[in-house]
């Protein structure tokens, strides 16, 4: 199975009845020279490109989220500007849903298992993309006379014209694109909904477990961590020859000295030090406010919701006090910025559809936890060894499954989900998925 694209020819494979592709390059390989640079096209290729095999996921460390979710296990490389891409069809001009993924900046990849898109373009007749891009030090270091922005939010933007050239040629109609995303993946689109030259790359989002509470950097904040990235390699601000140095160390030098930051400057960024930076808009609320304004100005389609226990993750201690830490952590990072989202974007003549995952595995510690409706919206519970999963079977997972994709499927075909009513700023109705009978309800208000 092979596909023109501007760059090159692909060849994929067909799996299920859905056409596969992996290891599209997006751009250059950021490395050598292109290292903590911004990313540029690909050059193309003769030939065709053998694009049967996932891409390498972006350098990481373990993460405190492997506890519930399971580790990541794909190959890791610096040459990870690559996106998959599965289609039900290259005929006809199908809704497209590219996936931005979570991972505080730091963990995790587009084009993992987890995130196979063939059951949902399987199950709702749409294109999806998943996207891999730079994390950690090389997507988000910031010193003087290497980068003043985000490197991995311009992956994404690129990325995103990547889909807007190509995916035609896959099926999907580039005037029908949905970027989704969850947590850090959810924040980043917040981001580019935000700046000005997003304008015309899609026309809907679905922001989930978005820890908007988060922020932006300042870019004063940005440099600090830098200096102290750069103190660790022994590299002096001041040098002229800083990026040259910077490209000259190994993959795991630079992961050490991003894992050695002074632990002060990790508390001060409530543990994501890495984050993209806007001086213009910062704060959780600042953030919101901003990227519903950009909605409300391109008359962007919103879906938005959270896990219940969203926290719960983080943290297995239930105590008393500690629930209650964990309980004003929800608010502050996800509910309350989420919320002001929300309104402002319905308030703005935004479609609104606003959900709370509420059901749990029978036998997880972690209750409805951060991220655990992902193995359900993908469909892919059998990739998946996570303990935040623990006892459930299989007839209820086939359910929540066929529950969620039908859902988000109806939102990427520019529906309204089936008995789910629009959140407005008057009713602020939501949508409770339990895994049984999904009732509606009022969202409640939120006390810190």
Not at 145 to 172: H, T, Y
Request: glycine fraction near 10%; include cysteine.
């Amino acid at each position: 199975m092979q596909v023109q694209t501007a760059t090159g020819w692909v060849r994929g494979y067909e799996e299920d009845g859905v056409l596969k592709f992996h290891g599209i390059p997006y751009a250059k390989p950021p490395v050598g020279q292109l290292r903590f640079c911004p990313p540029e096209r690909p050059e193309p290729w003769e030939g065709v490109l053998d694009a049967t095999q996932r891409g390498f996921v972006a350098p990481q460390d373990t993460s405190d989220l492997d506890k519930p979710m399971g580790p990541v296990t794909l190959p890791q490389s610096e040459d990870c500007l690559t996106l998959a891409v599965s289609t039900p069809s290259l005929e006809g001009a199908l809704p497209v849903a590219v996936w931005l993924h979570g991972g505080a900046n730091c963990y995790c990849g587009g084009d993992l298992p987890w995130y196979d898109g063939a059951s949902l373009a399987r199950s709702q007749n749409v294109v999806e993309v998943n996207v891999n891009f730079r994390l950690g030090v090389f997507g988000f270091l910031c010193a003087g006379g290497v980068a003043d922005r985000a490197l991995s939010i311009e992956d994404q933007m690129l990325a995103l014209r990547w889909v807007q050239e190509n995916i035609r040629q896959f099926g999907g109609d580039p005037g029908r694109v949905t970027v989704f995303g969850q947590s850090a993946g959810g924040n980043a689109i917040a981001h580019i909904l935000s700046r000005e030259d997003s304008e015309g790359l899609f026309s809907q989002i679905v922001l989930q477990s978005a820890s908007l509470g988060r922020g932006n950097h300042l870019l004063a904040d940005a440099y600090e961590v830098g200096r102290a990235v750069l103190a660790n390699l022994d590299i002096t601000p001041e040098s002229p020859d800083v990026l040259a140095q910077l490209q000259s160390r190994s993959t795991q030098e630079l992961l050490r000295a991003a894992r050695e930051v002074p632990e002060a400057i990790k508390a001060k960024h409530q543990g994501m030090y890495f984050k993209p930076v806007m001086d213009a808009w910062h704060t959780p609320e600042q953030t919101a406010r901003r990227a519903a304004e950009m909605a409300a100005k391109r008359h962007i389609r919103v879906m938005t919701g959270f896990t219940r226990d969203e926290t719960h993750a983080f943290s297995t201690a239930r105590d008393p006090e500690s629930l209650g830490a964990l309980e004003r952590g929800q608010h502050l990072r996800y509910e309350i910025p989420g919320g002001i989202f929300a309104q402002a974007a319905a308030e703005g003549g935004c479609p609104v559809w606003k959900y709370q995952f509420d059901w749990a595995a029978p036998q997880s510690i972690y209750d409805a936890c951060h991220c655990l409706e992902l193995p359900f919206l993908f469909g892919t519970l059998d990739a998946w060894d996570a303990p935040f999963l623990a006892g459930t079977g299989r007839e209820e997972a086939e359910r929540l499954t066929a529950t969620l994709q039908d859902a988000w499927g109806r939102f990427f075909r520019g529906e309204s989900p089936a008995d789910w009513p629009q959140y407005t700023v008057q009713e602020r109705q939501i949508k409770h998925f339990d895994g049984q009978s999904d009732p509606v309800g009022t969202e409640p208000s939120y006390k810190v």
